[in-house]
């Protein structure tokens, strides 16, 4: 990873800019075109951790013809031995993902590390030429995302974000409705995930030193401030989303599944002004991530709010029984009638007669292939999936805004053109996160 020591810090927070954000990208499973890797051969596929997330990614990958598992990477020896027990006769191992990203035959690579990593990783792909499926959040400070956003241009990589839900033929449904403009102008939105954790969360007293064999911790924590292991945190994402070092708590852990419908639907650009509280009230246990955060995002024309709470399930209209579990949903409230929906589901409720006579509008975006199986297809044809960064950081940047504001207890103004915090030295500074050494981000991309 190249580093440009002459562009500071300093020197960011008083210029940053970027370029301009592209739309989304709809695409079909018969696209074709000019490519890197031509159709007919083989895509020598990477992963860098290990766990879960990582697994299901890469699972979706290998079963598609053409695709070939040649290397596989986690600072765990317990992670990453069954990926190469099942891929061993084309796969190698490793535990530095820098020692990976040299193999000159490697064609992309998914990254589904903890997100503190996201940042460092995606853009050391990026400069050594490797498409990128990154899991989400994308990142978790506003500077990682126009890093990344721009490394991926600069590189001219194809990067998918792991948004799966985009995929889903609701999402499409609901983006067509929204778009046939049968609600009438839509002057808010509503968002929100919510589960029940209290009030013990994960659980207390587990911090030790005792680390397992295999693990190397040192590498695991890497950039972030250095902790002691805890067996909880490394169990997978879920359990990752306890922790503001390692995540950014459950904000950004969820919400880029659930705004980004809004965001597409309503072809948001970047918001005016990101408002944000909160804290952590209830929850004794070894983490150290805010239990409940509302967000009230402005943009010129709508007001959009994200409301998280992990000591409550109550879930409005989407309760759907007693029981105590997940839930979250989506409100559009248009002058005709509001929109309501989750992953799976919507429904409309017309305010009084307005919205008589109106039809459900044809289908015209086309079914996903499959959120991984789009980016292999935009691998070969060289063209950007729906989810690039280009397009993600409209969903990126208000929820690291929001975590930012709940830091610091106020306000966050922005300049969508210029991409700048406005009147805000504070938080300019604290945009660009400082990583623990030998770490660093490489300030050229901002």
């Known amino acids: 990873m190249t580093s440009n020591h002459s562009f500071s810090r300093r020197r960011f927070i008083k210029t940053a800019g970027a370029a301009a954000i592209a739309a989304p990208v709809i695409m079909q499973s018969s696209m074709a075109g000019s490519s890197k890797v031509p159709a007919s051969d083989r895509i020598n596929l990477g992963i860098i951790g290990c ?3 990582g697994n299901a990614n890469l699972n979706a990958c290998s079963s598609q013809p053409g695709v070939v598992v040649t290397a596989a990477c986690d600072v765990w020896k317990d992670r990453l031995d069954p990926v190469l027990a099942k891929f061993g006769s084309t796969c190698t191992g490793y535990t530095d993902f820098r020692e990976m990203l040299q193999r000159k035959d490697l064609d992309a690579v998914i990254i589904a590390t903890p997100a503190h990593w996201h940042a460092v990783m995606a853009i050391a792909a990026a400069e050594a030429g490797k498409d990128i499926y990154l899991q989400k959040p994308m990142t978790m400070h506003f500077g990682e995302s126009l890093a990344v956003r721009n490394a991926v241009k600069k590189h001219n990589v194809i990067c998918q974000v792991g948004t799966q839900i985009h995929a889903s033929d609701n999402y499409r449904r609901v983006v067509e409705l929204i778009r046939s403009g049968n609600l009438g102008d839509i002057g808010s939105v509503r968002t929100f995930f919510v589960m029940n954790e209290a009030p013990n969360g994960i659980g207390s007293g587990n911090n030790t030193m005792n680390i397992p064999k295999g693990l190397d911790w040192d590498l695991w924590v890497g950039p972030a401030r250095m902790q002691p292991f805890n067996p909880n945190l490394v169990k997978d994402a879920f359990y990752h989303c306890f922790w503001m070092d390692f995540s950014g708590g459950w904000t950004p852990g969820m919400a880029p599944h659930i705004i980004d419908l809004p965001v597409w639907a309503l072809d948001l650009g970047l918001p005016l002004e990101v408002s944000a509280t909160g804290g952590r009230f209830i929850l004794k246990d070894d983490g150290d991530v805010y239990d409940n955060h509302e967000v009230l995002i402005r943009y010129p024309k709508l007001n959009m709010t994200w409301m998280n709470s992990i000591t409550n399930s109550y879930g409005f209209d989407f309760l759907r029984g007693k029981e105590s579990r997940r839930r979250l949903g989506i409100y559009f409230h248009g002058v005709n009638g509001t929109l309501q ?93 400082e990583y623990r050494s030998p770490w660093k981000l490489p300030l050229e991309y901002l």
Not at 377 to 391: D, G, L, T
Not at 401 to 428: H, Q, W, Y
């Open 341 to 433: 929906t989750d992953y799976e589901n919507h429904i409309i409720l017309p305010e009084g007669n307005r919205m008589d006579g109106m039809e459900t509008p044809p289908v015209s975006i086309p079914s996903s292939p499959g959120h991984e199986l789009e980016w292999l297809e935009c691998i070969r044809s060289r063209k950007q999936p729906s989810c690039n960064p280009a397009y993600h950081v409209k969903i990126d940047i208000p929820l690291t805004l929001s975590t930012l504001s709940l830091k610091l207890g106020r306000s966050i103004r922005f300049d969508p053109d210029t991409e700048k915090i406005i009147g805000d030295n504070e938080a300019v500074r604290l945009s660009v996160p």
């Open 51 to 53: 766990g879960g997330l």
